[in-house]
């Protein structure tokens, strides 16, 4: 196994819905197949909240709102399930965490470390959110960091551009799917 490890984050049924791009998951499961031809750990991130949503604070802005919506977000609602067309394989682990970033509330250090990462591969909606959190804390941790920008989206295209060109560049590798299996 190689010390590298992609991330697929927030591919998740209500999401993906939500954004209507095919494209990100077509992306997003050719990535997959490229890491699992080359024996690169594959972990799956999600996120969900128990009933009641006890894990979120009145003062969370990005969350409360949720809170109040309904189940939705709860972490068996089906809009909170991995996108079928990830296929996901049994070893594959998945990441259930409760705040935006994929290391917040979660026991993904612990899989890393277990999987002898050093290096990550990040794809995720959105952009904005889980891909930004989750590499600005890699980053923090000293991973080495890659994004695969077509295996990535938000909702703002200029949001996802400005990340991708100028922001994501200082700490990351940005490439597209195709690029990386190139250099696999």
């Not at 000293?142 to 400005?162: K, S």
Request: aromatic share 4%; with cysteine; proline share 3%.
């Amino acid at each position: 196994m190689s010390d590298s490890v992609l991330l697929v984050m927030d591919f998740q049924q209500g999401i993906v819905e939500r954004l209507g791009d095919a494209s990100v998951v077509d992306a997003a499961t050719r990535a997959i197949a490229a890491a699992r031809a080359k024996d690169i750990h594959v972990m799956f991130v999600r996120i969900g909240f128990r009933p009641g949503y006890p894990e979120v604070a009145g003062s969370n802005l990005a969350f409360a709102a949720s809170a109040q919506a309904g189940d939705t977000m709860t972490e068996d609602h089906p809009a909170t399930q991995l996108h079928g067309a990830l296929q996901r394989r049994p070893d594959e682990p998945i990441v259930l965490k409760r705040r935006v970033s994929a290391f917040s509330g979660s026991d993904l250090a612990v899989l890393l470390r277990a999987a002898g990462a050093s290096q990550l591969v990040l794809a995720g909606i959105a952009t904005s959110g889980v891909v930004l959190s989750t590499l600005r804390q890699a980053a923090d941790l000293d991973y080495r960091l890659t994004v695969l920008a077509d295996a990535c989206a938000d909702r703002d295209a200029e949001v996802h551009r400005v990340l991708m060109e100028k922001v994501f560049p200082r700490q990351a590798t940005v490439t597209t799917t195709d690029e990386w299996v190139k250099s696999l």
